[in-house]
């Protein structure tokens, strides 16, 4: 591999990092349409939206998709439905049932659902170096999003609710990861960027039609704001987009802790929009996290190529 082949290996984390930092305007404009949307309504909105990239990105990629086989199709649809439907719509709900906060820092538990399936389904080792990262990383993403460590083992009965709904969010969300690391071996991340948003519509249908939210979608698409637009464009396609490309180079391990910059770019964008103050606590986290961020993407095997799981051979 030359020079330049390296360069674009080790640049994975720091797309990834990128994209998820994207994910930070989600709260600034998903927030304001829950006082008017229920949470199905919004997100199948929203996924109506992204089908205008989707469809076009699969029917120039029908030749690959003709070539998959079951395992690629289950883990297409996984992501789809697991994270790209079920997970935004729980997330959603946390939003409005909990502080924004606490769903953020719960959400970022999700590397421990990642990692465990990595190593289960990908073979994912985990060497030395790995584990002092991750530690750092993890305890960056607590101080940014509490500004403390106390917080977490200080909820009240009212947010358990909003745990609940943030920890599925999570469970589902480290999944996807896994399955797209999978899937990406026979994939290009346009394609598989524009499945997980089309095959999530179907899901968010029924979901949306068995809580009678189907008219609401219908009236929020009808009134178009600029909002749902911009929720669809930059935390929806842009991120995942960007997301996708660097992890057809990244180890899902890895690239679920460069997720961490979500959190960080959250408090940042809540402190200019939401004029929520920034703690120098919080700070210290922000640079915690990016620094962890930076030395795992030295940590990136310059040819990663996504693996195959042991149950794949008897298919």
Do not use: C
């Not at 109506?48 to 029917?59: D, G, N, R, T």
């Not at 986290?285 to 095997?301: E, K, N, Q």
Request: charged letters at 10%; zero cysteines; aromatic letters at 10%.
């Amino acid at each position: 591999m030359d020079g330049r082949d390296k360069r674009l290996a080790w640049g994975g984390p720091w797309l990834i990092a990128i994209g998820a930092s994207l994910w930070g305007t989600d709260a600034i404009l998903r927030v304001p349409l829950t006082k008017a949307m229920a949470a199905p309504a919004i997100v199948l909105d929203e996924h109506v939206l992204l089908s205008l990239y989707a469809i076009p990105a699969l029917l120039l990629s029908v030749g690959a998709l003709r070539r998959l086989r079951l395992p690629q199709w289950l883990a297409l649809i996984l992501i789809a439905w697991g994270g790209s439907g079920l997970a935004t719509v729980l997330f959603t709900m946390a939003f409005v049932t909990g502080n924004p906060t606490t769903v953020i820092l719960l959400q970022k538990v999700q590397p421990l659902f990642a990692i465990a399936l990595a190593r289960l389904m990908l073979g994912e080792p985990l060497g030395r170096q790995y584990w002092p990262w991750f530690a750092l990383a993890m305890v960056g993403a607590y101080l940014v999003s509490f500004g403390t460590l106390a917080p977490f083992w200080e909820l009240s009965q009212t947010t358990v609710t909003a745990a609940a709904l943030a920890l599925g969010a999570a469970a589902l969300w480290g999944s996807a990861t896994v399955f797209g690391r999978f899937v990406l071996a026979d994939l290009s991340f346009e394609t598989v960027t524009g499945a997980r948003f089309l095959l999530a519509l179907p899901f968010l249908l029924g979901l949306a039609s068995a809580q009678g939210q189907v008219g609401a979608a219908v009236s929020g698409l009808q009134t178009f704001t600029l909002n749902l637009f911009l929720l669809a464009l930059i935390p929806g396609l842009v991120s995942l987009l960007l997301y996708y490309r660097g992890l057809t180079m990244t180890r899902a391990s890895i690239a679920t802790l460069a997720e961490l910059a979500f959190p960080a770019s959250a408090i940042v964008l809540n402190w200019i929009f939401l004029q929520q103050g920034v703690t120098t606590t919080q700070l210290l986290g922000f640079a915690m996290v990016w620094l962890a961020i930076a030395a795992l993407d030295r940590l990136v095997a310059p040819a990663a190529e996504p693996a195959r799981p042991a149950l794949e051979g008897g298919v």
